[in-house]
């Protein structure tokens, strides 16, 4: 059962970096190389706004950080878009950008929050620290409320349209425009709440959303482009897989088993006839359904 | 013509380059030649910008400050001694580069400083080719003794020795090790088995992990299975905080547990005081030393860096280290050769300790170790261990 609670705890911060990275790939084809930066602005802002309640100071992060993220969209990003490993190499900068910051504002010492709630709590047997738990069922949560956004709004809609074909999304009516900045809004939102959120496990420190990039970049790299639901599965999938390594190896021997896995699916994945065989096969599912 | 989309991409990038450098390499001091004659310069390269600039400021501002001290008290051989400080951003390719040119350029008579094991490494190799003395003031035992490298910091035996009976006579006899997995730590958990079993312990579990470790949950729960009584932590940086954090939550490090090691640093007092308050810490300088040198030291330090928090081991050891050097160099004046011989055989008093001195079958200070109690203002000191040795002989010297 404590396994079942660490991957919950782990997809619930790895859930909402995956789920917000993937929404901005969708609607504007960048990998977001900045995105974890973003947390480490969430866990910053709980770490050093100690005047206020805890979920005080994680509202007013979330608000103060639309702007910014408006700003990176419009003046960096939307000029790009024509070269997408040009926009890649941006969000690049502005990560590095946003860690020098961090530095000269906050040093380079690591800072530390402390838990909003203490205490352990007991589930099914399994004592376990009762913040853990509060913050994986909020994040799970967000993360079922996105999706149900996605799949069940006209805003989803049409980031879906957006991602499968932005021309045709753009000839019908949609301004692509609008619908980038929204979702560079809400991506980068959910990676500010996955830092705040997470903060009182975390050490926070200017460089902590690179230890963040790497789990998150290879769930989007599992998931399908404008899918926000496999995206979440990815993620559950790359939490469930360093834990459960993790729990019954030893955490050096895990670690590289965990890289040699996830590389392994990536070269099996991409093997040409392993997708014409998925192709294939949703032939199937589409008709049935 | 830059196409407009390339623009930004383009100023990014130049920030990038800029940002990923820190400057480095950068003087901060103005130098000027340095001759048999002249002044005595020393070369101070530590890291400014990066992951571990908060530590190589310290020993910077230590440094400074023992300069300033014996500078006020009329220099070395009736001249003021200079300094050229460099940043080399913790990156040991940078070490090799600006030792060759403080000492190539700016004629140096010795070189200072390094945080990291392998950027002290990186310098003592072009002290050694050159000749020039090198003294670091961080703890740790270097892979390889070097004649031309002399270490200020206690060593890991130093470290250990004084700290590990009482804390198995306190707690009890099961010890558990954790740390990152790097060198440094793996040697550490070594002389922790052996003075462990020495002292009649066992050593119930070791774990490392690697570093940038986000999740400790599998770590602590086997670390709990072992039931240990005391955990020695060689867990660094970052992961230092998230661990002992965790290990909190967890209800692995409780008031039962004996807790020794890197997260009871003064580094880490601002992130972790609320957890290591009260508990011990084997130290070789602490800033609640009641000495006057040390008080005297510990006022300036907070007036001119404007410091709340506690002063840095680190800092004490360059404070102390320095003075140790000029007064051999008092001496011998600028021939590297002859100071680098001088040291060798120099004694001096301090709050380090009377008469300390370096082994010469290591290289290693010979001085005192304190324990430290840890309050929520300072690391004060609860008792004296004394004069702690280290003559275990080391290949290269």
């Known amino acids: ?289 | 013509m830059v196409p407009p989309f390339r623009r930004p991409v383009c100023v990014i990038a130049a920030l990038t380059l800029f940002s990923a450098t820190g400057c480095a390499g950068a003087a901060i001091s103005a130098s000027g030649g340095g001759d048999a004659g002249g002044p005595l310069k020393i070369g101070v390269i530590v890291p400014l910008t990066g992951p571990i600039a908060q530590s190589g400021t310290a020993l910077r501002q230590g440094f400074e400050l023992g300069v300033a001290k014996v500078n006020n008290a009329g220099g070395v051989g009736g001249k003021q001694v200079e300094f050229v400080v460099v940043d080399d951003a913790g990156d040991p390719a940078n070490s090799t580069q600006l030792a060759r040119r403080l000492i190539q350029q700016d004629k140096v008579t010795a070189l200072f400083g390094t945080i990291t094991g392998d950027t002290a490494e990186a310098v003592a190799k072009v002290s050694d080719d050159s000749k020039i003395p090198f003294f670091t003031a961080i703890l740790g035992d270097p892979e390889q003794c070097r004649a031309y490298q002399w270490g200020f910091g206690e060593s890991t035996r130093q470290l250990l020795a004084p700290m590990v009976p009482p804390l198995l006579q306190k707690y009890g006899k099961r010890v558990a090790i954790v740390g990152s997995d790097y060198n440094y730590p793996h040697i550490y958990a070594g002389l922790a088995k052996d003075f462990t079993t020495a002292n009649g312990g066992t050593v119930v579990a070791e774990e490392y992990s690697p570093l940038g470790q986000t999740d400790w949950q599998p770590v602590i729960a086997r670390l709990k299975d072992a039931k240990p009584d005391v955990l020695l932590s060689m867990v660094v940086g970052a992961d230092a905080i998230a661990f002992s954090q965790q290990a909190q939550q967890f209800g692995l490090l409780t008031g039962k547990l004996g807790f020794e090691g890197a997260p009871l640093d003064s580094d880490y007092h601002p992130a972790l005081s609320a957890l290591t308050t009260g508990r011990h810490h084997a130290v070789r300088w602490a800033d609640g030393m009641t000495d006057p040198a040390s008080r005297q030291f510990v006022d300036g330090y907070r007036a001119k860096y404007q410091w709340r928090a506690p002063i840095p081991e680190v800092a004490g050891s360059a404070y102390f280290g320095v003075q140790f050097v000029l007064a051999a160099a008092a001496k011998t004046g600028n021939d590297p050769v002859a100071l680098n011989r001088e040291i060798g055989t120099f004694q001096y008093d301090s709050p380090l300790g009377t008469g300390t001195h370096f082994a010469q079958a290591n290289h290693i200070l010979q001085a005192d170790m304190v324990d430290a109690v840890i309050t929520p203002e300072d690391y004060a000191v609860a008792a004296k261990f004394g004069p702690v040795a280290d003559t275990v002989p080391r290949t290269g010297c």
Request: hydrophobic fraction near 60%.
């Open chain 1, 1 to 289: 059962m404590d396994v079942l609670l660490a991957i919950l705890s782990q997809f619930g911060l790895y859930g909402l970096l995956t789920l917000g990275i993937a929404i901005v790939f969708a609607a504007l084809r960048v990998v977001n190389l900045a995105h974890c930066d973003f947390a480490m602005i969430g866990a910053y802002a709980a770490a050093t706004l100690t005047g206020f309640a805890f979920s005080w100071r994680v509202v007013l992060v979330l608000a103060a950080t639309v702007p910014l993220l408006v700003l990176i969209e419009r003046a960096l990003l939307r000029r790009s878009l024509a070269d997408g490993l040009g926009s890649m190499l941006v969000t690049w900068g502005v990560g590095m950008a946003l860690r020098q910051i961090a530095e000269v504002a906050f040093g380079a010492t690591p800072r530390s929050v402390a838990a909003p709630v203490t205490g352990t709590v007991a589930l099914f047997g399994t004592q376990g620290p009762a913040y853990r738990l509060i913050c994986a069922l909020v994040a799970v949560v967000v993360v079922g409320l996105v999706l149900l956004a996605a799949y069940r709004t006209r805003w989803g809609l049409t980031l879906r349209a957006v991602a499968d074909n932005p021309a045709m999304a753009g000839l019908l009516g949609t301004d692509p425009h609008r619908l980038r900045t929204t979702a560079f809004i809400v991506g980068g939102l959910l990676a500010v709440l996955a830092g705040a959120l997470y903060s009182p496990t975390l050490a926070v420190s200017p460089s902590m959303g690179f230890s963040l990039l790497v789990p998150t970049f290879f769930a989007l790299l599992f998931s399908r482009p404008g899918s926000l639901a496999t995206a979440a599965l990815a993620a559950l999938g790359v939490s469930a897989l360093a834990v459960l390594l993790r729990t019954w190896l030893s955490d050096v021997v895990a670690d590289a088993l965990f890289y040699v896995v996830v590389i392994g699916i990536a070269a099996v994945r991409s093997r040409p006839a392993l997708r014409r065989f998925v192709s294939w096969s949703r032939r199937f599912v589409v008709r049935s359904a």
